[in-house]
């Protein structure tokens, strides 16, 4: 496996307390990680961060990417219309 250099993630506003979460957890373990938002429990568009995301993992900028929302669907819809993702609920 290669090693990860650095991590994406963003969520929606249902998915933002667990984002929070995740991301001190991962910088605490020695992550890159670069908080995409959203910064807030405010309503939001889940697709902008989606896209967001995918860009960073499909550019080369992130090894990886973490997306976090109420279920999952789409925002792996969103994200695997970008060509080399291959989104899942986990």
Do not use: W
Request: glycine share 8%; net charge negative.
């Amino acid at each position: 496996m290669p090693k990860i250099h650095s991590i994406a993630i963003a969520s929606d506003h249902a998915g933002y307390g667990l984002k929070e979460i995740l991301c001190d957890h991962l910088r605490e373990n020695d992550y890159q990680v670069e908080n995409l938002g959203t910064d807030s429990a405010d309503s939001t568009d889940y697709p902008d961060y989606a896209h967001a995301v995918s860009k960073k993992v499909t550019s080369g900028e992130a090894s990886f990417g973490v997306l976090v929302c109420h279920s999952g669907i789409g925002m792996s819809i969103v994200a695997n219309r970008h060509p080399g993702i291959r989104a899942a609920v986990v």
